[in-house]
């Protein structure tokens, strides 16, 4: 990728004096006064993108940025979504294979709602691994896709395979080079995420009704009571953080060019 696909200091995310959300990765703005907002279709930006999120369940990447993988599908770009698992474990009244054939069928019910690619990493629910070979399974599959953009879990989590899935993102990132902008997104905070402070934030508020399809679609996953419970108040308290009805947000994880200065140590 050319200098132009790194990323810089700006938000990704614009918010319009009407107060409408547009995706505006700074990598890929074009503004000018007669196109103030970039990244939103191809028409506005020639560019177009390649989107990848990696989740850790089926499931974890539509409850997590399934309104923003929504935006930019319906913008014309292109977006997979990489699931680490089938969700074998999640349920002990079936078999490993009964529950993955399920759960398997709900993700890809769900990625056709929103009109993004499902991708199986081939990882165990529940058994996840975080070392040198799974590494470069993920490295393999990532540069496969050739994202410019790529979403996954905080892994500060108490969800062992959501902390393995964060890792195993970060760990294709930093060996290819930096050569993809990195934003990790947020699931069940407070109860399965932890301190996570957004830096950006995506108005999902037009494509809300889309998410929750994509969510609902996981049946097995009792997908009304933890939209209830949880999903739909983080998305109301970004949005009010956002100044929207409703967002969703993001950490983006760069390299700082600066030096740390401690209080007290300044040279």
Known sequence: MTNKNKPNRRKFVKLSTAGIGALAFSSFARTSKENPVSGLSPKQNETKLHIMCVGAHPGDPEFGCGGTLARYSDAGHHVSVLYLTRGEAGDPSKSYGESAALRTREAETSCKLLNVKPLFAGQIDAN???????????????????????????????HPDHQIAGLLAFNAWARSGQQFQLYYYEVNTGSETMDFEPTDYVDISGVRDKKKSAMFAHKTQNPEEIYEGFFKTMEEFRGLQAGVKAAEGFIHFKVKGERAVLSGLQS
């Open 128 to 158: 996840t691994e975080l070392n040198k070979g799974r590494i470069d399974d993920m490295i393999k599959i990532i540069q496969s896709e050739k994202p410019d953009i790529l979403f996954t879990h905080w892994p500060l989590d108490t």
